[in-house]
């Protein structure tokens, strides 16, 4: 799930001509009614997204990126020329890049539910005038994906050359292949599940207990600015270390301490390094994060599970038109490479072409933002290859 | 054309005059994905090859080939009795950890299991050790034992009391001289560079 804490600032937009430049998000608009695979509905919705690089005559040569749990729409470029970081994926995306906006139409959008444009918990009810709140809609992946979909339709895609995602991210590019087979031709998924495991479960379960125990929380019911802030800061913290790993935090933090801890081991006051990053890490999201948003994605991810959803996941990916490759990384433990070799395993077992690729890493799951050429030659050849050859694996 | 690569394309026709067209291939030890290529040029297979290295890997997805990288006996206990039409170890069997398991394996998820190899027995082969008495060094096993993956001197004597001690049927085989063209069926233990086998339970 992308650290969008942790990009490392770069220099400005406009004296770097692998960027996209300076980026602005735009809204879409659907004024029907959308029903959620719960069977609520919402009269309509707004997403809010980014483009880069031009929609082709044929409208076939765009690439959708699905965002993971605390990302957003804005995954390359700056919004402003003197922006500290760019979009959180920019080291993949751009002019000349493994994702090259110079042949690429790239589209991301903040998903349904969530809390950066697009219409979730925090937006105003038009019947009460009063956020949402908690009688939001349950939101599921398919929901998100459907959304999505109405506004690639809005844009004019004909198909999708490719979706592209992580995390959550991943499990929306699994779902796009199997909603819409004929439309997407390249799945790109890393670090992902096709089911949510009970670790996975049960570190949401956490955050969510952090949120709805903060007597603020208020059953769902405040305003943006005095949420249980304390909650969320908790949730995003406990969250923080399982996008990690022991290794890379060992690296980063060790037991160095803190400039200004007196010496004075007898305290709770922040001593090490890493209690104070994730002190920051949990303030710094609380900013720019809403803590219902957080309850309804987590749940959306628990219902992740796409064995039981079709009955079994051959039969899940039985419409799979697209070619798809998966990337694991080794240090990942949220999303182990075992639940990404699974995907694979699936996808050959219902006779469809897939490839599974598994970069050594120590940096945990946060792994596929990582700048690696090795990373970006793989993406490259497998948006860039001319047609793959045109073979039934179901025969 | 140098030698070695004359080799392989032979090798390559012959396992392409082997496989039936449009069916579905397993690769063991795919490398750079180079015969399912040709393969899926030639016969329009269904390939999916698997190797250890995400470098080869890379250059499987950028020839078209689909590839899986990991350990191929994992990887073959995750699909069902006869999924696939053909596997194929191509110059693979010798570097196996346990080759035994791997043929079994091979068989199980195969209707047929192609292995290709190079016969240690041949004259040149066993001179070249008799006189030099170092490790084998040719055009084909180009490295000394330190920089080299641990591989068995498998011969074509031994791979065949291999298939008969386990009850594996020999379906087809092909013996091909030192220069693994022509055709040598005489005494092929002594006479033969290369060794094809196509197997079946």
Redesign the interface.
Known sequence: MPDLDDVPAGAPAVADPGSVGVVASRDFVHAAPFTFQSGQSLPGFTLRYETYGELNAARDNAILICHALSGDHHCAGRHATDDRKPGWWDNLIGPGKAVDTRRFFVICSNCLGGCVGSTGPSSVNPATGRPYGIAFPFVTIRDMVRAQKLLLDHLGVATLHAAIGGSMGGMQVLQWGIEYPGFVRRLLAMATTSREGAQAIAFNEVGRQAIMQDPAWNQGDYVREAGPRTGLAIARMMAHITYVSDASMDRKFGRRKKGTANGDAYTFDIQFEVESYLRHQGQSFINRFDANSYLYITRALDQFDLAHAYGSVETAFAPVQA?T?VVGFTSDWLFPPEQN?AI??AL??AGK????????TDLGHDSFLLESE?LY??VR??LE?EA??L????? | MPKLVEKRTVDMQIIGDWVEPRTRVLDLGCGRGTLLGYLAQTKEVAGIGVDLDFHRITACVQRGVTAYQGDMLAFMREFPDRFFDRVICSRTVQELDDPTAVILEALRVGRTLTVGFVNHGFWKNRLATLFRGRKLRNQVYTTEWFESRPANPVTIADFEHFCAAKGIRIARRAHLAGNWRSPRRLCPNLLAGYALYDLTR
Request: aromatic content about 10%; hydrophobic content about 55%.
């Open positions: 070619e490759l070799r694979v395993h050959l077992r072409r897939a490839t599974y690729a598994e970069l050594a090795d030659a793989l050849s497998f290859r793959a050859v073979v039934d694996f179901s025969i």
